[in-house]
C-alpha cells in the first residue's frame, strides 16, 4: 500500500499526473483509477485481518472506494478520483511513511 500511495503521490507531485491530462490522457486515468483500486484491495486486505495501522488511517473507507471504484456503481466519479490522486493518496502515502519510520520499516 505505502509504494503505490507513494508512487501515485510523486506521479502528482512531479506533473506526470495533472489535473487537465486526468480529462484527456487515458493512460493517467488508468493510473489514477487502477493505483487506489489497488491501495483499497490491500486495505480491504489488511482490515480482514483486524489489523490496525493508526488511528486516522481508516481502512473500511479506503476499502470502500475501492469497491465503488471497481464495481463502477454509478460509473466512475471523476470528482472522486481527482480528490483522491491530489489530496488523499498524498496525504495517505504521508501518513504511511510515518508509520513505517516509526516501526524502523524504511
Not at 508512487?7 to 493512460?27: F, N, Q
Amino acid at each position: 500500500m505505502y509504494e503505490h500511495a507513494t508512487e501515485l503521490a510523486s506521479l502528482g507531485k512531479s506533473e506526470k499526473i495533472t489535473p487537465e491530462k486526468l480529462g484527456t490522457d487515458s493512460l493517467v486515468q488508468l493510473a489514477t483509477v487502477k493505483v487506489p483500486e489497488l491501495i483499497g484491495e490491500q486495505a480491504w486486505q489488511l482490515r480482514k485481518l483486524a489489523y490496525d495501522l493508526e488511528p486516522d488511517i481508516d481502512l473500511a473507507e479506503i476499502a470502500g472506494m475501492r469497491h465503488r471504484m471497481v464495481h463502477h456503481y454509478e460509473g466512475i466519479d471523476w470528482g472522486v478520483v481527482y480528490e483522491a490522486t491530489f489530496e488523499d493518496v498524498p496525504r495517505l502515502a504521508e501518513a504511511l511513511e510515518g508509520i513505517m519510520r516509526k516501526r524502523h520499516l524504511i
